[in-house]
Nanobody, 115 residues
Framework: QVQLAESGGGLVQFGGSLRLSCAAS????????MGWYRQAPGKQRELVAA???????NYGDSVKGRFTISRDNAKNTMYLQMNSLMPEDTAVYYC?????????WGQGTQVTVSS
């Protein structure tokens, strides 16, 4: 049974930093494209960042230069380092694992940035 467990969310002030983690189990982690998505109230879920098994990354325009995605295939864990946080970054952040035939989601972790 595949499980994706996010952690590291919370309340932070404008300009602060947070590091999210996504621990995966029940899957061959190194075979999946891993990604972070977010959804703010009243808005659609959007891609924040994604990383291939080989480490190629892709970022949403609004987070380029501020967020860094990484993965540790040996630990079955993905990370999102978020710097220079702004109130517009407030959302529930979801971990995603995309394989050839499967697509899995975590339950999400709340990130709130106060102004």
């Amino acid at each position: 049974q595949v499980q994706l467990a996010e952690s590291g969310g919370g309340l932070v002030q404008f300009g602060g930093s947070l590091r999210l983690s996504c621990a995966a189990s029940g899957m061959i982690f190194s075979r999946y494209i891993m990604g972070w998505y977010r959804q703010a109230p009243g808005k659609q879920r959007e891609l924040v960042a994604a990383i291939t098994p080989g480490g190629t990354t892709n970022y949403g325009d609004s987070v380029k230069g501020r967020f860094t995605i990484s993965r540790d295939n040996a630990k079955n864990t993905m990370y999102l380092q978020m710097n220079s946080l702004m109130p517009e970054d407030t959302a529930v952040y979801y971990c995603n694992a995309k394989g050839v035939f499967n697509n899995y989601w975590g339950q999400g972790t709340q990130v709130t940035v106060s102004s």
